[in-house]
């Protein structure tokens, strides 16, 4: 009996892998509440332990209006500045600090995270928590990040703050609630617009 075989996509023919351009980006969602969020996936740490604090904030759209689908990822050091090798961020002991959270918004398009003040990773370095942003109509994920506002010193020094004009630089500076916690309102678009961050490929 011969075999028959699929022939590949003709523009593939007699390339080899790395010369392929990788495939667009697509819209994923609004598909969060079926397998992304996990139980405690907002909780870095306990809510209402010692050392937590509060990270609260609402994703806008261009028009304004609330994003009530959106998702969150974020990865932080901890109050020591040390980064998380530990396993396990979406299986929450109550004991071990990943770095990792994961958080979608609700129908009002505010989210909340029980975390720490992440520490400085070097000497005289700012403080910051790295976030990650899902939402309808975005082909490709955002990234951005909270600077904390105390170190005022360090933001100044901060190699990417310096790159941005003053007004888009304070899009990227969490405001600290009286209560201890950490405010950070994202803008996809518009007025206000959220610094976001482009990585380059790697060139090989």
Same mark, same amino acid.
């Given at each position: 009996?011969?075999?028959?075989? &699929?022939? =590949? ?5 007699? /390339? ?11 819209? %994923? ?5 079926? *397998? ?32 009530? #689908?959106?998702?969150?990822? %974020?990865?932080? *050091? @901890?109050?020591?500045? /040390?980064?998380? *090798? ?5 299986? /929450? ?12 918004? @609700? #129908? ?18 700012? !403080?910051?928590?790295?976030?990650? +942003?899902?939402?309808? =109509?975005?082909?490709?994920?955002? $990234? ?11 933001? &100044?020094? #901060? ?6 004009? !003053? ?5 990227? %500076?969490?405001?600290?609630? &009286? ?7 994202? /803008?996809?678009?518009? #007025?206000?617009?959220? +610094?976001?961050?482009? $990585?380059?490929?790697? &060139? @090989?």
């Amino acid at each position: 009996m011969s075999e028959t075989r &699929a022939a =590949g996509p003709p523009a593939l023919a007699g /390339r080899a892998p790395g010369d392929c351009e990788p495939t667009p980006g697509q819209t %994923i969602g609004p598909f969060y509440g079926f *397998a992304l969020p996990y139980e405690k996936g907002n909780e870095l740490v306990p809510i209402g332990s010692a050392r937590s604090v509060r990270l609260t904030g609402t994703v806008y759209d261009g028009h304004g209006e609330p994003v009530p #689908d959106a998702m969150l990822e %974020i990865w932080q *050091a @901890d109050e020591h500045g /040390r980064i998380s *090798a530990e396993p396990g961020s979406l299986r /929450r002991d109550g004991f071990t600090f990943t770095g990792f959270g994961r958080e979608a918004t @609700d #129908d009002a398009g505010r989210y909340t995270f029980s975390t720490v003040d992440p520490g400085p990773t070097e000497e005289g370095a700012a !403080p910051f928590i790295s976030v990650v +942003v899902f939402a309808r =109509g975005l082909l490709n994920r955002l $990234f951005t990040r909270i600077y904390l506002p105390e170190d005022t010193a360090a933001l &100044a020094n #901060d190699p990417l703050l310096r790159s941005l004009e !003053p007004e888009r630089r304070a899009t990227l %500076i969490g405001r600290r609630a &009286a209560d201890g916690g950490l405010r950070f309102d994202i /803008r996809l678009q518009g #007025d206000g617009e959220t +610094v976001f961050l482009q $990585f380059p490929r790697n &060139a @090989d």
